[in-house]
Nanobody
Framework: QVQLVESGGGLVQAGGSLTLSCAAS????????MGWFRQAPGKEREFIAG????????YYDDSEKGRFTISRDNAKITAYLQMRSLKPEDTAIYYC???????????????WGQGTQVTVSS
């Protein structure tokens, strides 16, 4: 059964850091590239970063590159999103996704987690 479970969200002050985790079923993790997206209230879902299944190569949206870091631990079958220097505008529900393609388009990902809320206070 395909399953992605995010964790690590919460309330943090501006300038703080959080690390989100995405635990996957073994088959999902080994067969797919992983991506992180977020959706703020009243806004469309947006791509943050992706990482390949094979080489671990990473791909970032330019707007967050430098503050956010995606990684994966194959032994723990978990993907991570480290977030630094958080801003109130980073407040959103953060989702991890898995798919055959590594793109910025959410429709290219077949599997999604339930999301984890990140709230950044000013």
């Amino acid at each position: 059964q395909v399953q992605l479970v995010e964790s690590g969200g919460g309330l943090v002050q501006a300038g703080g850091s959080l690390t989100l985790s995405c635990a996957a079923s073994r088959h999902t993790f080994r067969s797919n590239n992983m991506g992180w997206f977020r959706q703020a209230p009243g806004k469309e879902r947006e791509f943050i970063a992706g990482i390949t299944m094979s080489s671990g190569a990473t791909y970032y949206d330019d707007s967050e590159k430098g503050r956010f870091t995606i990684s994966r631990d194959n032994a723990k079958i978990t993907a991570y999103l480290q977030m630094r220097s958080l801003k109130p505008e980073d407040t959103a529900i953060y989702y991890c996704a898995a798919g055959r393609l590594l793109t910025a388009r959410g429709t290219d990902y077949e599997y999604w987690g339930q999301g984890t809320q990140v709230t950044v206070s000013s």
